[in-house]
């Protein structure tokens, strides 16, 4: 058998052969990412990656599309994170949902250049954006978010009175009660403004961490309009939990009416702008149970309500109050405690003007039913508004504490002034 021997010459052409194969793989692998889109073999193409980004910018739209929250944020605003803004372009279709797919009404600016919602968002809610803009060359651009907004737990609110659009007396503080402790009491109360028409200097005080109140140094000036501004959207007012009202409020000063109840006369004066326009008699608490001396407003009025000793720490040994009235007529209240001033009519005519007789409210003469405008209980409550002030004096009581309903007038200006954060 013939034994064939390979030469080097021979060696040198297979390897070449070899090796043209590999390089002709190689280049078939590159034209698949050449940036060359069918241009001619004569053609510029990119030959690095900055050229390439330069290329695609050139199809790319101007229009910078902004949406706040940033995505992904927490604990945003109900009223004013959400919006959406366009530089270099106009906006042409924004849409806001749920996660659920709930749409949520907004508007796009008259100059196409911002959008935001019209209406509150809800609290602990995941918010889904989609923007889309044009450039001057008709380019469009997208952009998307999401956001989950401020959950109850993470938020606080304040519940005040008067309410916006009443009318009431020249006692009544504006009085917030937030529903969550306050520890930035500062912050809190840089974002609330109330303001007299009057332009009466008016000045927070804290009572705790929950109360604030706000008053002028005396009687807010009658037919004055005040003003709170609620700019608590965002504010911390604890750690992690943040404001989310924004409001204004207004309401109205009515006629400056003032009655000064005298204990030792067992008589009440009422007075209107100044003038004295009715004395009532009256039967305040009993020695055992006297009624508090100082400056009460009344905060609430009833034309019938129930009274119960039990509520209030009157009771017999059996625990049961020591009365139960279920149809006191015409009751207004001075206290949180229970200090009310009512009509009566389970005690005998004689009792007015005469004996104090009562567990600490003061009472005037009335009728069953509160159907009688001609009795003096009648016409005090016809008369009266909320924020009215009524004065005691006289009493062997002491002065009610100033947080004990809206009765901060018990308070000199200086000490109210000294509850002030600001």
């Not at 001033?341 to 007789?357: A, E, L, Q, V």
């Not at 009562?358 to 001609?374: R, T």
Request: hydrophobic letters at 35%; glycine letters at 10%; charged letters at 20%.
């Amino acid at each position: 058998m013939e034994k064939r021997v390979m030469t080097d010459s021979k060696r040198r052409r297979k390897s070449l052969a070899a090796t043209a194969a590999v390089l002709g793989g190689v280049l078939v692998l590159s034209a698949c990412s050449d940036g060359d889109k069918g241009g001619s073999a004569g053609s510029p193409t990119p030959n690095s990656q900055a050229q390439v980004d330069e290329a695609a910018a050139q199809k790319t739209s101007k229009a910078q599309i902004s949406i706040a929250p940033e995505n992904g944020a927490a604990n945003a605003s109900i009223n004013n994170d959400a919006k959406v803004t366009v530089t270099d372009g106009t906006l042409t279709e924004v849409t806001m949902t749920t996660a659920e797919g709930a749409s949520v009404k907004g508007e796009i600016s008259a100059d196409g250049k911002s959008w935001k919602p019209s209406e509150q968002l809800k609290r602990a809610t995941v918010y889904k954006i989609a923007a889309t803009a044009k450039d001057a060359d008709g380019l469009e651009a997208h952009e998307n978010s999401s956001f989950t907004t401020v959950s109850q737990a993470n938020s606080f609110i304040g519940n005040f009175t008067p309410d916006s659009g009443s009318t009431v007396g020249v006692g009544m503080p504006v009085s917030i009660n937030f529903n969550k402790a306050i520890t930035d009491k500062k912050a809190v109360q840089s974002g609330i403004k109330v303001t007299s028409s009057s332009g009466q200097e008016v000045v927070g005080h804290w009572f705790n961490s929950q109360r604030l109140d706000f008053r002028p140094e005396n009687y807010w000036a009658e037919g004055s309009t005040v003003t709170m501004k609620l700019e608590l959207d965002g504010v911390e007012g604890a750690e992690g939990v943040y404001g989310v009202q924004q409001k204004t409020v207004t309401f109205k000063i009515g006629r400056n009416q003032v009655s000064t109840v005298d204990v030792a006369t067992k008589t009440m004066t009422v007075k209107q702008d100044g003038k004295t326009v009715k004395t009532i008699p009256i039967s305040a608490g009993s020695p055992e149970n006297p009624t508090y001396n100082g400056q009460m407003v009344i905060s609430e009025k009833f034309k019938e309500t129930r009274m119960n000793g039990a509520t209030v720490g009157f009771t017999d040994d059996d625990g049961k109050g020591e009365y139960d009235i279920k149809d006191v007529p015409h009751a207004m209240r001075l206290s949180t405690s229970g200090t009310f001033i009512h009509g009566n009519y389970w005690g005998p005519d004689s009792i007015f003007g005469n004996s104090n007789t009562s567990h600490g409210c003061v009472g005037l003469n009335d009728v069953k039913g509160a159907g009688d405008p001609k009795q003096m209980a009648a016409w005090l409550y016809d008369h009266s508004i909320v924020g009215d002030v009524i004065i005691v004096k006289n009493s062997k009581d002491k002065t009610i504490a100033p947080d004990n309903g809206l009765n901060g007038w018990n308070m000199s200006w200086s000490q109210w002034k000294a509850g002030s954060a600001l």
